[in-house]
C-alpha cells in the first residue's frame, strides 16, 4: 500500500508481527481451553469436587488429553469450527515466521496455493472419516477460506512477513511500493479477520463449554461384574483406563474407583442431564 503513516503506524506493524509469530489471540484462547474445558466436563459429567479429583488420579496424567479428544469426537461441530481456527492458527504462524512465499513466478504460485490447500483438505478428510462427508466438506471449505483470507490480508497490506523492513511497499508477490489493493480487496481482508476473530474468540469457546456441560461421558460406558469383598453386581463405569483383562473406570453406581470385569459397552453416553436443563 501506498504509505503516508507515522512512524507509530510502523511500530503497530511489529506489534502485529510480533503477535502472529507468537500466535495472536487464537494462541491464547486455544491454550485456556485445553486447560479449562477438560476439568469442567469431568466435573459436572461426574459431580465435581473429590470425584473430579479421583477420576484424574485414576485416568493417571498420560490419559488426560483423552477428556479433551473425547469430546471433540462426539461433537461434530465442536471438531469443525476446532479444525477451521487450528489451521488458520497454524497458516498465520508459518506466514509470520516466512515460511509462505512470496514474490511473483509460478513456482511460488505453486507453493503458496500447496500451502494454502494442504491442511484445509487434511482438517476436511479427518471430519469425513469421523463424521461423514458433508461436514467434511463444510469444514474444508471453511478453514480453506479463512486461509485464503490470511493471504488476501498480506496482498492488502494488513500483515507483512517476518523481516521486512520496506515503508509503502505491499507483502505481497510481485507488486511494487505503488500498489493500492482496491477496496473490495480491503474489505475482504477485514471480514475474513472478523470471522476469525468471531470463531476463535465467541465460537469456539461457547462451543467448547456447552460440550462440556451437556451431560455425556467424554469416553465409554460400560457395564462390568465389580466385585467389592462379597458383593458382586453388574454396575455401570465411564471408562478411564483397562488393565489386564479388566477396566478401571468411575463407577456410577457406587460413586468410586472400580475394577470392573466382564465388560459390554452401552449405547448411551449420557450420564446426567446438561447443565441447561438441570
Not at 469450527?81 to 492458527?89: D, K, P
Not at 504462524?93 to 500451502?115: D, I, M, N, S, T
Not at 477485514?190 to 461421558?217: H, K, N, R, Y
Not at 483383562?245 to 452401552?266: F, K
Request: glycine share 14%.
Amino acid at each position: 500500500m501506498v504509505s503516508s503513516h507515522p512512524s507509530g503506524d510502523g511500530d503497530e506493524e511489529g506489534a502485529v508481527r510480533s503477535a502472529d509469530r507468537k500466535g495472536g489471540p487464537g494462541h491464547t484462547v486455544l491454550l485456556a481451553l485445553v486447560l479449562a474445558v477438560p476439568v469442567t466436563k469431568v466435573a459436572y459429567t461426574v459431580g465435581g469436587g473429590s470425584a473430579a479429583r479421583d477420576v484424574f488420579v485414576g485416568m493417571e496424567p498420560a490419559n488426560w488429553p483423552d477428556v479433551l479428544i473425547g469430546m471433540v469426537l462426539t461433537d461434530p461441530l465442536l471438531a469443525a469450527v476446532l479444525a477451521v481456527v487450528v489451521s488458520r492458527l497454524v497458516f498465520v504462524l508459518f506466514a509470520a515466521h516466512g515460511a509462505v512465499p512470496v514474490g511473483g513466478g509460478v513456482l511460488r504460485a505453486l507453493q503458496r496455493g500447496a500451502l494454502t490447500v494442504v491442511n484445509p483438505l487434511a482438517m476436511g478428510v479427518i471430519d469425513a472419516c469421523f463424521f461423514g462427508p458433508w461436514w467434511g466438506l463444510g469444514t474444508g471449505l471453511a478453514a480453506y477460506a479463512l486461509r485464503k483470507g490470511v493471504v488476501v490480508e498480506y496482498r492488502t497490506g494488513r500483515r507483512r512477513t517476518h523481516g521486512h523492513r520496506g515503508r509503502g511497499t505491499r507483502a505481497g508477490p510481485g507488486h511494487d511500493g505503488g500498489y493500492r489493493p482496491s477496496r473490495r480487496l480491503r474489505r475482504a481482508a477485514a471480514l475474513e479477520q472478523w470471522v476469525a476473530l468471531a470463531l476463535t474468540t465467541v465460537a469456539l469457546p461457547a462451543l467448547a463449554f456447552v460440550s462440556a456441560l451437556d451431560g455425556q461421558a467424554w469416553t465409554s460406558i460400560v457395564r462390568c461384574q465389580v466385585t467389592d469383598g462379597r458383593r458382586s453386581e453388574s454396575d455401570r463405569l465411564i471408562e478411564l483406563g483397562r488393565k489386564g483383562n479388566g477396566v478401571v473406570g468411575w463407577n456410577l453406581d457406587t460413586r468410586e474407583i472400580a475394577n470392573g470385569q466382564g465388560c459390554t459397552g452401552e449405547e448411551s453416553l449420557y450420564v446426567r442431564e446438561p447443565w441447561w436443563r438441570g
